[in-house]
């Protein structure tokens, strides 16, 4: 498929009632701020008094509980704290953790939090960028442990060699935690975006939803995506996004739980719509991770709305299939 115009995705959320509950005499304010290495923005139909401050403030709570940039984080303080002891965390980082747990069981190990090590060992996490790739006996024992998480007592552990890494979680979590609270502040129409994760609800005044383009690999010939995020969001999981340059090959961010390697099976981008940012954000690495077989079979099975873009072939699972226009 040659691009050309683009593709249009309705979500079966956008109904009639959706259009008639817009402010008509509303205006669109537009704000923005710093986050989590990168930045935010958010466009909303008349926000109270204070918006800015709230998106700030919930975004700085996720980096005070999650960001291993972050020497006293509860993410860092647990990652030095010894395996087997187990540590209280706050409700932000276990409502993170247990989606993550959740995601990683479901396919069938494709994501895993536990990858901190094996991220600082390919310069993606707070460690520096190596000269040199590292190798398989080191990349393996990085990866060994596991996390366990005792919800009701809001407390986890690590054993072996575990270290939590939410680099594919959390800017998801962030921008919910962030749009939850606009909701209960009285916003109700918005589109908000964290560092290219977005979440979008409400309509604007004239009637249009949040009109959104689906990021696209750089070059790719397939016609372009476009999303009306009514009651949704939209990540994005790229190889072109982040990568490790070493040994004469370049290694993208996404590591392969099983290996803790560089993911080297083609795929370009996986893009997940979900009613939750974080879900639709760690699904789009477990995907990648799987690649087109695995992945867009489990994305069909987990009923999730996915295009995944493999050396320049487009695969589109039927719950996507069933939004275009």
Known sequence: MNAGAPRIAIPPTLSPAAFAGRDQTGRIVTLSGETM???????AVSPPEGTAQVVQAALDRVVAQMSQWEPESDISRFNRNAPGQWQPIPPEFA?????????????????????GGAADLWG??????????PGHNATKAAVGGHIEFDGPGLRARRLGAAQLDFSGIAKGFGADLAAERLLASGARHFLLEVGGELRGHGVKPEGQPWW?????????????????LHELSVA?????????????ERHPHTLDPRSGRPVANGVR??????????EADAWATALTVLGPAEGMALADAQGLAVQMIAGEEEFLSPALMAMLD
């Open 124 to 133: 993606f996490g707070p460690s520096p960028a190596p000269a040199d790739a």
């Open 269 to 278: 981008s996986v893009t997940v719509l979900h009613a939750s940012c974080m």
């Open 236 to 248: 994005t999981s790229g190889d072109y996004r982040r990568w490790l340059d070493a040994d004469g």
């Open 212 to 228: 959104v383009d689906i990021e696209r690999p750089p070059g790719l010939t397939v016609a372009p995506l476009r999303v009306a």
């Open 95 to 115: 409502r993170v953790l247990k989606a993550a747990l959740e995601v990683a069981e479901r396919s069938g190990g494709a994501f895993d939090p536990a990858l």
């Open 37 to 43: 290495g990168t930045r935010w923005s958010l466009s």
